[in-house]
């Protein structure tokens, strides 16, 4: 765990926006984002965590969950080895810790096969 970095959380107000950047932890973490399909879970207060959007390694193939669709974007530069979660609309319940993961598909991040974690970034949108 530990090999990516997520950046860009913080505390917004009910329907700000906020983008979440994720990234491999330098060269010595030996992981090239590029090669992976990159998930975004979110974990709740007292909850598990939960994959709520996810991209392809080249970048076609997009996931979001229902509760998100529509307002949660989706999408990776791999020029530069990064992928990022646009969040827009955002309301009091997406209040979380999101992580970055990285696995070989969408659906294997679905079923929980994660290659990499990233340590995660708390997002807190206040009334």
């Known amino acids: 765990q530990g090999q990516l970095v997520e950046s860009g959380g913080g505390l917004v107000e009910v329907g700000e926006s906020l983008t979440l950047s994720c990234s491999a932890s330098?060269?010595?973490?030996?992981?090239?984002?590029?090669?992976?399909?990159v998930g975004w879970f979110r974990q709740m207060p007292g909850k598990e965590r939960r994959l709520v959007s996810a991209i392809s390694s080249p970048g076609g193939g997009k996931y979001h969950v229902e509760d998100v669709k529509g307002r949660f974007t989706v999408s990776r530069d791999n020029t530069k080895d990064i992928a990022y979660l646009r969040m827009s609309s955002l309301t009091a319940e997406d209040t979380a810790v999101y992580y970055c993961?990285?696995?070989?598909?969408?659906?294997?991040?679905?079923?929980?096969?994660?290659?990499?974690w990233g340590q995660g970034t708390q997002v807190t949108v206040s009334l």
């Open positions: 993961s990285a696995g070989r598909t969408i659906e294997d991040l679905r079923k929980g096969a994660i290659d990499y």
């Open positions: 330098g060269a010595a973490s030996g992981v090239t984002l590029r090669y992976y399909a």
